[in-house]
């Protein structure tokens, strides 16, 4: 077994290690073996090689998104759980875009699943629902006592379902996804009593990324075991 460690390579080896990867003749660990890195080097340099990223610059994270997620949301103000998902949808939006522009479209078929979403915040009573949604539209029901943008707030969006004979409340992912590969395409939130059928045409259409029609569609609306509660 070929011992290797991590150290800094030049743009010139790096240059030479992604075109190599570019051939898509050799996985990973074939390109570690053969230039002597870490696998885990040899994937970096082929991630930033597709993303067209400076080879003198280091590769974004998860630490990376996270931050940028989160500035996103401060920077426009997105307090809602929804807002936030709006958000991310329309960056998901953008990658699968510049993923056709370097020539690479998912359209093989789709698979169609929802899930249950439980929030974090206990149920109120309709009349205090309504109140607390009217005040979140204010300014002053955006900001803290200093007037700053609120950074955790109280979900107004969910609402009660039934499923299995067992009550649920929080709200509802409906998602479809490259049946091959599981790349998310599309994906919406709404209030866990909304029909998953009423999502089905939007989801096709929103994962269509070329010309050509999909051509098939696999549901998978599986809801028995609810995912962890989100922060609101």
Same mark, same amino acid.
């Given at each position: 077994?070929?011992?290797?460690?991590?150290k800094?390579?030049n743009?010139?080896?790096?240059a030479?290690?992604?075109?190599?990867?570019?051939?898509?003749e050799?996985?990973?660990?074939?390109?570690?073996? &053969?230039?002597?890195?870490?696998?885990? %080097?040899?994937?970096?340099?082929?991630f $930033?090689?597709?993303?067209? +990223?400076?080879? *003198?610059?280091?590769?974004?994270?998860?630490?990376?998104?996270?931050?940028?997620?989160?500035?996103?949301?401060?920077?426009?103000?997105?307090?809602?759980?929804?807002?936030?998902?709006?958000?991310?949808?329309?960056?998901?939006?953008?990658?699968?875009?510049?993923?056709?522009?370097?020539?690479?479209?998912i359209?093989?078929?789709?698979?169609?699943?929802?899930?249950?979403?439980k929030s974090a915040?206990r149920p109120?009573s309709t009349?205090?629902?309504?109140?607390?949604k009217e005040?979140? &539209?204010?300014?002053?029901?955006?900001a %803290?006592?200093?007037?700053k943008?609120? $950074?955790?707030?109280?979900? +107004?969006?969910? *609402?009660?379902t039934?499923?299995?004979?067992?009550?649920h409340?929080?709200?509802?992912?409906?998602?479809s996804?490259?049946?091959q590969?599981?790349?998310?395409?599309a994906?919406?939130?709404?209030?866990?009593?909304?029909?998953?059928?009423?999502?089905?045409?939007?989801?096709?259409?929103?994962?269509?990324?070329?010309?050509?029609?999909?051509?098939?569609?696999?549901?998978r609306?599986?809801?028995?075991?609810?995912?962890?509660?989100?922060?609101?």
């Amino acid at each position: 077994m070929i011992r290797t460690i991590h150290k800094n390579h030049n743009a010139a080896f790096k240059a030479k290690v992604a075109l190599e990867a570019a051939k898509g003749e050799k996985i990973l660990t074939q390109l570690s073996s &053969e230039f002597g890195v870490h696998a885990n %080097d040899a994937y970096r340099i082929s991630f $930033k090689t597709f993303l067209g +990223l400076s080879f *003198d610059k280091p590769s974004p994270d998860q630490s990376t998104f996270f931050r940028f997620r989160r500035r996103l949301s401060k920077a426009a103000g997105l307090e809602r759980p929804l807002a936030r998902k709006d958000a991310l949808i329309q960056l998901n939006n953008e990658i699968l875009l510049q993923f056709a522009r370097k020539g690479l479209s998912i359209n093989e078929g789709i698979a169609v699943d929802a899930r249950l979403v439980k929030s974090a915040s206990r149920p109120i009573s309709t009349d205090d629902l309504r109140e607390m949604k009217e005040k979140r &539209e204010t300014p002053e029901g955006r900001a %803290d006592k200093n007037g700053k943008p609120l $950074k955790f707030v109280r979900d +107004l969006e969910s *609402d009660w379902t039934i499923k299995n004979d067992t009550l649920h409340y929080g709200l509802k992912e409906h998602t479809s996804g490259d049946a091959q590969s599981g790349f998310v395409l599309a994906t919406t939130l709404t209030p866990a009593s909304e029909h998953d059928s009423k999502y089905l045409h939007y989801l096709k259409i929103a994962s269509c990324r070329t010309k050509d029609p999909i051509p098939s569609m696999e549901t998978r609306v599986t809801m028995d075991t609810p995912i962890e509660p989100f922060s609101v």
